[in-house]
């Protein structure tokens, strides 16, 4: 019952008071956005739902459009500012995945959505994490984050799928919010220790292939 239906009536009820309550937040992030690294102030990319569905997710844009003297983007950690850190590790970059949560896309917790190109590289197991809506926040948020290997990571996605119960999503949230707070497990920009998904495993079957 909770899974089934009691979960999306919560997370729209939570996502839209949340929304109002934030607002103010959410105008005045925009603003600051706005004056210090331009526009467009949301940040919008394509991502996987439920049942592997196409949605968009938006975030605040956190890096500027800064490039070289050959017009090309500079790379990620050079375009990530003081200000743009600040929100990725505070996670206000974030808050406006409550949109996405209203609208059916998300839920507050289930596994994160990760990139489009990943999709392809999935053991057969993990696309269970796609049952799901993607939540905001997640089982694999609150052990590690970006601090742990993706077998494990996508192993807390199964878990997560397997064992859904509102204690359980409670849980989750208390400590996310636990972790916001403290801003552990955090990493951003340079600071990323994760290789991509899609190139640790093309190099895991590149290595297998040769029978390393």
Not at 126 to 133: A, C, F, N
Request: glycine letters at 8%.
């Amino acid at each position: 019952m909770y899974k089934s239906f009691i979960k999306r009536i919560l997370d729209m009820a939570i996502s839209g008071i949340a929304l109002m309550f934030f607002s103010p937040l959410i105008i005045v992030v925009a603003i600051m956005v706005k004056i210090k690294l331009g526009s467009p102030v949301i940040f919008r990319q394509k991502r996987p739902g439920k049942d592997e569905k196409t949605f968009e997710m938006f975030k605040f844009r956190t890096m500027t459009d800064k490039k070289d003297e050959n017009g090309n983007l500079l790379p990620d950690k050079d375009r990530l500012t003081r200000f743009g850190k600040a929100l990725r590790c505070s996670s206000i970059d974030e808050i406006l995945e409550l949109v996405n949560i209203f609208k059916g896309d998300m839920a507050i917790v289930g596994p994160r959505p990760l990139l489009m190109r990943y999709l392809p590289y999935y053991k057969s197991e993990e696309r269970i994490r796609h049952s799901v809506r993607p939540g905001l926040t997640g089982l694999a948020q609150i052990n590690g984050r970006n601090n742990v290997g993706w077998d494990e990571r996508l192993g807390f996605d199964i878990e997560y799928v397997n064992n859904i119960t509102f204690l359980g999503d409670l849980k989750i949230i208390l400590m996310t919010i636990v972790k916001v707070l403290k801003h552990s497990d955090i990493a951003s920009g340079e600071q990323l220790i994760m290789q991509d998904l899609d190139i640790e495993r093309q190099w895991m079957d590149e290595n297998s292939s040769k029978g390393e």
